[in-house]
């Protein structure tokens, strides 16, 4: 009798066990859900720098973007040095011939490229690298924005020398894009309306 008793409890314990575990998964998923329908696209930023813990989190999560054949061609440099980061500001403005900030004030540069020799899909990898930036910077209470022209500055000899004094291969990485990010000056943007036909239904 004592052992069927004590075998109803566990099997009871076990029971609230699994059920508190679907309620915590459920409850994550649905957080995940929320920041990929909230993110925006951040355009001024304060420059107060985030706790470091945090830009490695999202560096971490940029790590954990699919990648063709899980070659991993993609890189990241984290950029949180005011003095590269108005170097690299000068650079991406100078491709199009201005001199403001295209970072939009923001204080940390995370600059993703990729190797053109690991996968033929380099640039879709990259790509996915980036996006995973941007959903964490926001998971993490962050702004962010995709800001382009990382391949061009890494073009330039300034850039490739860049490349150089990190012991990363000018040859064979090509930018991808550069994600700022940091702490929200103002108000979070709200989204536009998406666009009819988005979704092209086949059932």
């Given at each position: 009798m004592r052992k069927?008793?004590?075998?109803?409890?566990?099997?009871?314990?076990?029971?609230?066990?699994?059920?508190?575990?679907?309620?915590?998964?459920?409850?994550?998923?649905?957080?995940?859900?929320?920041?990929?329908?909230?993110?925006?696209?951040?355009r001024s930023y304060t420059d107060e720098v985030p706790p470091m813990?945090?830009?490695?989190?999202?560096?971490?999560?940029?790590?954990?973007?699919?990648?063709?054949?899980?070659?991993?061609?993609?890189i990241i440099i984290a950029v949180t040095n005011r003095e590269v980061r108005d170097r690299l500001s000068k650079l991406n403005a100078g491709v199009f011939g201005n001199d403001t900030?295209?970072?939009?004030?923001?204080?940390?540069?995370?600059?993703?490229?990729?190797?053109?020799?690991?996968a033929l899909t380099w640039k879709e990898d990259?790509?996915?690298?980036?996006?995973?930036?941007?959903?964490?910077?926001?998971?993490?209470?962050?702004?962010s924005c995709w800001i382009h022209r990382a391949k061009e500055v890494f073009e330039t000899e300034e850039g490739k020398a860049i490349l150089r004094g990190l012991g990363i291969d000018d040859s064979k990485y090509v930018g991808i894009g550069n994600c700022i990010?940091?702490?929200?000056?103002?108000?979070?943007?709200?989204?536009?309306?998406?666009?009819?036909?988005?979704?092209y239904w086949v059932k």
């Open positions: 069927l008793i004590l075998t109803i409890i566990a099997a009871a314990l076990l029971l609230s066990s699994c059920s508190e575990c679907e309620k915590t998964n459920e409850k994550a998923m649905n957080s995940t859900m929320e920041d990929l329908l909230t993110r925006r696209s951040v813990e945090v830009i490695e989190e999202i560096c971490k999560a940029g790590t954990y973007a699919p990648t063709g054949m899980n070659r991993q061609a993609p900030d295209p970072f939009y004030g923001a204080p940390v540069v995370l600059v993703v490229l990729a190797d053109t020799t690991a990259g790509s996915l690298v980036m996006g995973n930036l941007l959903n964490a910077a926001h998971a993490k209470g962050l702004g990010l940091g702490y929200v000056k103002g108000d979070y943007p709200t989204a536009r309306p998406r666009k009819d036909n988005y979704v």
